[in-house]
């Protein structure tokens, strides 16, 4: 029978006594959770050596839950889950709105669309290229020539 563990991302100071408890609970024949909490950490998040991180605007981190591509609010993904994230690459689900600009983009409704964030390439630790794709319409962006401006 083998035991399954998941780490989130944990400061370094932290990172011994998670390894205490795993591994005590490993021993014992137990499946554990370790867990931590804070900006771009997730229940799938991983040291980097292991899982790539993503760098947008002044985030570095696991799995933001929102990404903005516009200073104008635009083009802002909100509400972003990750199903995966390996070392190969993320793929996240989130809402994002679609001004009509009818009659003019401050005074027009915002249509609300499911987006997909997919996130690959990785180099030196991080991912390279992001996908977005939403209402029918793909945009794939390179690190550093073209990328989102802000995550959180």
């Given at each position: 029978?083998?035991t399954?563990?998941?780490?989130?991302?944990?400061?370094?100071?932290?990172?011994?006594?998670?390894?205490?408890?795993?591994?005590?609970?490993?021993?014992?024949?137990?499946?554990?959770?370790?867990?931590?909490?804070?900006?771009?950490?997730?229940?799938?998040?991983?040291?980097?050596?292991?899982?790539?991180?993503?760098?947008i605007?002044?985030?570095?981190?696991?799995?933001?839950?929102?990404?903005?591509?516009?200073a104008?609010?635009?083009?802002?993904?909100?509400?972003?889950?990750?199903?995966?994230?390996?070392?190969?690459?993320?793929?996240?689900?989130?809402?994002?709105?679609?001004?009509?600009?009818?009659?003019?983009?401050?005074?027009?409704?915002?249509?609300?669309?499911?987006?997909?964030?997919?996130?690959?390439?990785?180099?030196?630790?991080?991912?390279?290229?992001?996908?977005?794709?939403?209402?029918?319409?793909?945009?794939?962006?390179?690190?550093?020539?073209?990328?989102?401006?802000?995550?959180?």
């Amino acid at each position: 029978m083998s035991t399954r563990t998941r780490l989130r991302s944990r400061p370094a100071a932290t990172w011994n006594t998670a390894s205490a408890v795993i591994l005590a609970a490993a021993a014992a024949g137990g499946g554990v959770s370790a867990c931590a909490s804070g900006p771009g950490t997730s229940p799938r998040s991983r040291p980097a050596s292991v899982r790539p991180l993503v760098t947008i605007g002044k985030f570095t981190g696991w799995a933001p839950s929102q990404i903005d591509f516009s200073a104008d609010g635009g083009n802002v993904v909100t509400g972003i889950r990750w199903s995966s994230w390996t070392t190969a690459g993320a793929t996240g689900r989130g809402k994002s709105g679609i001004e009509s600009c009818v009659p003019n983009c401050a005074a027009g409704k915002v249509a609300t669309v499911p987006a997909t964030i997919t996130l690959s390439a990785p180099r030196d630790g991080r991912f390279t290229m992001l996908t977005e794709t939403r209402a029918g319409q793909t945009m794939t962006l390179r690190y550093p020539s073209s990328w989102p401006l802000a995550a959180s």
